[in-house]
C-alpha cells in the first residue's frame, strides 16, 4: 500500500477517535455530542452523565467558572468582586445558588455532551471538558448570561459567543457580590 494512503488513513483514524475515560468505554465525539442522562450535579459546572451504554463520566462544563462550593474562592477571578470575607462568602452562595440552577434544569434530565475540536479533552482533574445541550440550550453560555460563572480563560471555539457584560452591567450572580457580601442575583 502507498506510504500517502496509510499516512492518510492514520490520521483520519486520529479524528474520528472515540473520547472517553481512560478504558475507552465512552462513546462522546465531536460535532452534536452524545446523548447521556445527568446522574448528578456535583456543582454549577460539573456534573456526572450516564450514556446509553451504561458508561459514566465527569463532565467539566468547557469555557466556564462557577464559584467553588466547598474549597475556597479567589474573588480577584471575578471582576469587581472584592477580595475579602464578605466577598468569598457571597461568591459561596452564588456557587450554591449556580448548583442548584442546574440542578433544576438538568437533575435526571437527556442531555447533549459535546465536546470541542479546538479545546483540551481533559482538565486538570481528568475530567472530560465539554459543553452540555438540553432542549437547544447550551448550558455553559447560560450560566454566564445568568451571571452563575464567569468566561473562563481558555482555548475553545464557541469562546466569542460567551459574554458576560450584560451579567455585569445588569449585577446578575456573582456580579452582584457587593463589599458587604450580599448578592441578591
Do not use: K
Not at 3 to 27: F, K, Q
Not at 32 to 46: I, K, L, P
Not at 78 to 96: M, S
Not at 173 to 182: A, H, I
Request: charged letters at 30%.
Amino acid at each position: 500500500m502507498d506510504r500517502r494512503i496509510v499516512v492518510c488513513l492514520v490520521v483520519l483514524a486520529g479524528c474520528s477517535a472515540v473520547i472517553g475515560p481512560d478504558d475507552g468505554r465512552s462513546t462522546v465525539t465531536p460535532g452534536d455530542g452524545q446523548r447521556a442522562t445527568v446522574e448528578a450535579v456535583v456543582d454549577g459546572d460539573t456534573v456526572d452523565v450516564r450514556y446509553p451504554d451504561g458508561t459514566t463520566e465527569r463532565v467539566r462544563l468547557l469555557g466556564v467558572d462557577t464559584p467553588e462550593l466547598g474549597g475556597e474562592n479567589a474573588p480577584d477571578e471575578f471582576e469587581g468582586v472584592p477580595d475579602t470575607e464578605d466577598g468569598r462568602a457571597c461568591l459561596r452562595a452564588v456557587g450554591e445558588r449556580a448548583s442548584e440552577a442546574l440542578r433544576e434544569r438538568v437533575a435526571g434530565e437527556q442531555v447533549s455532551v459535546v465536546v470541542d475540536p479546538a479545546a483540551d479533552r481533559r482538565g486538570g482533574y481528568g475530567r472530560l471538558l465539554a459543553y452540555l445541550v438540553h432542549a437547544d440550550t447550551d448550558l455553559n453560555r447560560w450560566l454566564v448570561e445568568t451571571g452563575y460563572a464567569r468566561v473562563f480563560d481558555t482555548t475553545f471555539s464557541r469562546s466569542e459567543r460567551y459574554y458576560e457584560g450584560e451579567a455585569q452591567a445588569d449585577g446578575r450572580g456573582v456580579w452582584d457580590c457587593r463589599p458587604d457580601g450580599s448578592a441578591t442575583g
